[in-house]
């Protein structure tokens, strides 16, 4: 895959996978990063044309094509953007909280940072699916799928273990709350409703620790 | 939509969604319906044509095209087929279990219905993404999506209260069971790792049951 755009490589220990390749401060890139996500959430991959992406931002073609030699390249990043944004804003809200219950809040705030990133759930859908077409998109995509897992391992399932809820291996806890997550933002896409989603998530939070949100003096959303 | 084929009506109360409108007795209509749900689950809707579903099969595209007049009517048609087949494996699973922990062996079958069932994962995968696209697709997935809640709320919840576990609402046990589903087919699709995602099911079931496959002399697979 080439790519025109001046690249920062951050290097990764654990598969060698770079998440990052281009320059994400870069004010234009993040720009066009965040319409291509909102375009390929609404229309999905194929239908979605480099034109009207420049054309969300007023741009010409040719500047998209500038820091993106292709659709494929943009598909790719437009990926590794949106989840790592999604996922420093789970670490923010989990290193933020002090108070009472910590694995009951993380694991509310894992679920208030979806609600806060609809566009999220339609790329990750138009991702799974077209990751059976595409095996660079599907190695990023189980990529970063891993490297949300080893987040909630290290926040979430070490809270639960700090609070004397040792269940499992914090590598299996993980893998099943970001199931429930992912599992859920499908049944709450597919039935538009958002609150039997959110009971069905407290529900879990009760199962894995022993208390609701809400019922221990926590906000429940 | 029109549709070539003769059709049973099957007149549904929820909310009078028919799921079944073409013959699925016919035995050429169910080899048509399963050739197609193998190509759309390894190439995606839009890249199949009928005439390769067709040549699965060794028959002409006239011909399906005379029980199909679609592409869009047969992905439909598929999508129902599909998903009532898993279900009908589901409910006789359930059904023909008589032994020991009813709530266990109902969520293990859940869950061998799937692992036999690859291409159902793949074609859940592809009716999410393109459902954004064509709402009567969306509509028949919400219909499916709640019929799998409601025979889950039935069998694996009322089982689970039989047991003494009230946890919570039937609808909402059933709700979390099947984004688990969903879920944990995502995360074994995208990292190849069927062992993983067993693990962490197993971990769900312990949670909800309070006990564990295998560990009562249940089968662990």
């Known amino acids: 895959m080439t790519q025109a755009a001046p690249v920062i490589e951050t290097n990764r220990e654990d598969n060698g996978t770079p998440t990052k390749a281009v320059d994400w401060e870069n004010p234009r890139v993040a720009a066009i990063?965040?319409?291509?996500?909102?375009?390929?959430?609404?229309?999905?991959?194929?239908?979605?044309?480099?034109?009207?992406?420049?054309?969300?931002?007023?741009?010409?073609?040719?500047?998209?094509?500038?820091?993106?030699?292709?659709?494929?390249a943009l598909i790719h990043e437009v990926q590794s953007y949106t989840y790592n944004k999604y996922l420093a804003r789970v670490k923010e809200a989990i290193a933020s909280d002090s108070s009472g219950n910590r694995a009951v809040n993380a694991l509310v705030s894992l679920w208030d940072a979806i609600q806060n990133n609809k566009t999220g759930t339609g790329l990750n859908i138009e991702v799974w699916s077209a990751a059976r077409r595409d095996s660079e998109l599907k190695?990023?995509?189980?990529?970063?799928?891993?490297?949300?897992?080893?987040?909630?391992?290290?926040?979430?399932?070490?809270?639960?273990?700090?609070?004397?809820?040792?269940?499992?291996?914090?590598?299996?806890?993980?893998?099943?709350?970001?199931?429930?997550?992912?599992?859920?933002?499908?049944?709450?896409?597919?039935?538009?409703?958002?609150?039997?989603?959110?009971?069905?998530?407290d529900l879990f939070i009760k199962l894995l620790t022993g208390s609701q949100p809400g019922s221990n003096g926590q906000p429940s959303s």
Chains 1, 2 share one sequence.
């Not at 480099?50 to 494929?72: C, N, P, Q, W």
């Not at 700090?162 to 269940?167: K, W």
């Open 33 to 72: 990063l965040s319409a291509a996500a909102k375009c390929f959430a609404r229309k999905g991959f194929s239908a979605t044309t480099l034109a009207e992406i420049g054309k969300e931002l007023g741009l010409r073609k040719s500047i998209v094509h500038y820091y993106f030699a292709s659709k494929a």
């Open 139 to 201: 190695r990023r995509a189980s990529g970063l799928h891993r490297d949300a897992q080893q987040i909630i391992a290290d926040s979430v399932a070490e809270a639960l273990k700090a609070h004397g809820h040792d269940l499992a291996r914090k590598d299996v806890v993980a893998t099943l709350i970001l199931a429930v997550l992912n599992g859920l933002s499908v049944t709450e896409y597919l039935e538009d409703d958002e609150r039997k989603a959110r009971e069905a998530y």
